[in-house]
């Protein structure tokens, strides 16, 4: 069974930091370019991070650039979203999927291999 698990979400105050991983079962990522995405109430799912794989290139929406920062650790079979100087309007449930595509400033689904999702983990910026 092929799947992404998302954790390390929570309840964090504004200017807080949390850090999420998305660790892979039943597939390795090692060739697969991973992306964050998150869904506030009320609003669309958008693409937050794509890491790319080889090089790692990474890829962030232009709200997130400068504080949100994406990993990966092959050994692992995990990918990370370093998340800094956090705001209530990154209240949301992110989730992690393969696979991604995107620019500078812009992140979308985009598959060439295969499609998984993770079931998504809550962050809360609050005071």
């Known amino acids: 069974q092929l799947q992404l698990v998302e954790s390390g979400g929570g309840l964090v105050q504004p200017g807080g930091s949390l850090r999420l991983s998305c660790a892979a079962s039943?597939?390795?990522?090692?060739?697969?370019?991973i992306g964050w995405f998150r869904q506030a109430p009320g609003k669309e799912r958008e693409g937050v991070s794509c890491?790319?794989?080889?090089?790692?290139?990474?890829f962030y929406q232009d709200s997130v650039k400068g504080r949100f920062t994406g990993s990966r650790d092959n050994a692992k079979n995990t990918v990370y979203l370093e998340m800094k100087s956090l705001r209530p309007e990154d209240t949301a449930v992110y989730y992690c999927?393969?696979?991604?595509?995107?620019?500078?400033?812009?992140?979308?689904?985009?598959?060439?291999?295969?499609?998984?999702w993770g079931q998504g983990t809550l962050v809360t910026v609050s005071s």
């Open positions: 039943g597939f390795t990522l090692d060739d697969l370019a």
């Open positions: 890491i790319r794989s080889g090089s790692g290139q990474t």
């Open positions: 999927a393969a696979e991604c595509g995107g620019s500078p400033g812009w992140v979308i689904p985009f598959v060439r291999h295969l499609e998984v």
